[in-house]
């Protein structure tokens, strides 16, 4: 099993930033794969960003440009560097991890919300 804990979320004015953070534990060896989905009220949970342990990343059209996501292997914690944040952002993020890209919602983390007002 592998246990994901975010931390990081917050209110934040829109055209600000705020960085989230994912700390995974447990058998972390099955781990590839990290990234962080988003859920608003009443919207689907969508894929926000993805990175492999090779460092290859994927993102989502409406955040490109503006979120950065990275990871520390050593530390095994992956980031979500949010800038230039839209109330359009605010949802529950929640932070995942499996064993490859395909198998990204295998673990989730609780989630931390992230509200951007106008």
């Known amino acids: 099993q592998v246990q994901l804990v975010e931390s990081g979320g917050g209110l934040v004015q829109a055209g600000g930033s705020l960085r989230l953070s994912c700390a995974a534990s447990g058998s972390i060896f099955s781990i590839n794969a990290m990234g962080w989905y988003r859920q608003a009220p009443g919207k689907q949970r969508e894929l926000v960003a993805a990175?492999?342990?090779?460092?290859?990343?994927n993102y989502a059209d409406s955040v490109k440009g503006r979120f950065t996501i990275s990871r520390d292997n050593a530390k095994n914690t992956v980031y979500l560097q949010m800038n230039s944040l839209k109330p359009e952002d605010t949802a529950v993020y929640y932070c995942a991890a499996g064993a490859r890209y395909s198998d990204l919602r295998r673990y989730w983390g609780q989630g931390t919300q992230v509200t951007v007002s106008s």
């Open positions: 990175i492999n342990s090779g460092g290859s990343t």
